[in-house]
């Protein structure tokens, strides 16, 4: 398939799709936010599940990765913004494809919280590290042996991060599965 044929084939209902849900991501996780050691504690994540469920794997990639980085260009994290985009993107894509694997299509509840669950591990091991990489090569406040023990300070507060975003998404999942069912 030539690059013709590709550019073609993006339908204006799924750029359409994509773009809404990085705005509802960004949003989401704009509204309510809380500063945390190095990052922030928000509801986005909520928003990278219930993408994942209702769009699949890519577009909740691309919404993600979108949706998050600009929150942080726009509000200060803009050293984060690139960890951010591989990291939120690489999580709408484990979720995606977890939630639609074998012929779940993303109506299975205990499948689809295992992709959450799975997904969340990627995002608090990603930020870990990112965070890690952050203190030792960017701002150079510590060594990496160093960096790794102080980066541990945020994961618990992922780990809030990523509970409440399965608790908030849970229930808006299944409300707008039920009506587009419908």
């Not at 849900?21 to 050691?37: D, E, G, K």
């Not at 890519?58 to 726009?74: T, Y």
């Not at 999580?91 to 074998?102: H, S, V």
């Not at 890690?132 to 790794?148: H, N, R, Y």
């Amino acid at each position: 398939m030539n690059m013709e044929n590709r550019v073609s084939s993006i339908k204006t209902i799924d750029i359409v799709q994509i773009s809404l849900m990085a705005a509802i991501t960004f949003i989401a996780t704009s509204v309510i936010h809380f500063p945390t050691f190095m990052g922030v504690l928000h509801f986005g994540d909520s928003m990278i599940f219930l993408s994942a469920i209702l769009f699949g794997r890519k577009k909740s990639a691309i919404s993600s990765a979108v949706g998050m980085c600009l929150f942080d260009l726009m509000t200060g994290y803009t050293m984060w913004a690139p960890f951010t985009f591989v990291i939120k993107g690489v999580m709408g894509y484990i979720a995606g494809t977890i939630a639609y694997r074998k012929n779940y299509n993303g109506d299975n509840f205990k499948n689809n919280v295992f992709a959450f669950v799975v997904a969340g591990i990627w995002m608090i091991a990603a930020y870990y590290l990112g965070g890690a990489i952050i203190l030792t090569f960017i701002s150079k406040e510590f060594a990496l042996s160093k960096a790794l023990i102080v980066s541990l300070k945020d994961i618990p507060t992922n780990i809030l991060q990523v509970v409440g975003g399965i608790v908030l998404a849970l229930p808006l999942i299944t409300a707008l599965k039920t009506k587009i069912n419908r």
